[in-house]
């Protein structure tokens, strides 16, 4: 992955899209510290999809997908009856 420094990728824009589109991805550097990724559109959807499980593997998977906090069994509250008018 070439590394672009963040002032030669605004000035030579173009050259830097072009690396992305025919090399792949493109690191920019910002005071020599990594800040950033220019990928390819195509590589960018595979990873979004990669990212995000089907709805078929949440419905079968072991794993609960947000923390619920249940009261013990019996501990629950009630809201009181109204009395039929």
């Known amino acids: 992955m070439h590394s672009w420094p963040v002032q030669d990728a605004k000035a030579r824009f173009s050259e830097?899209?072009?690396?992305?589109i025919t090399e792949g991805p493109q690191m920019v550097t910002k005071r020599?510290?990594?800040?950033?990724?220019?990928?390819p559109v195509e590589e960018w959807r595979r990873l979004q999809a990669a990212a995000r499980p089907?709805?078929?593997e949440l419905l079968l998977s072991d794993?609960?997908?947000?923390?619920l906090e249940l009261p013990a069994r019996g501990m629950a509250r009630r809201r009181p009856v109204e009395p039929a008018e």
Request: with cysteine; glycine share 10%; net charge negative.
């Open 63 to 67: 794993e609960g997908r947000a923390d």
């Open 16 to 20: 830097f899209l072009e690396a992305c």
């Open 54 to 56: 089907s709805l078929k």
């Open 32 to 39: 020599g510290a990594e800040a950033a990724v220019l990928v």
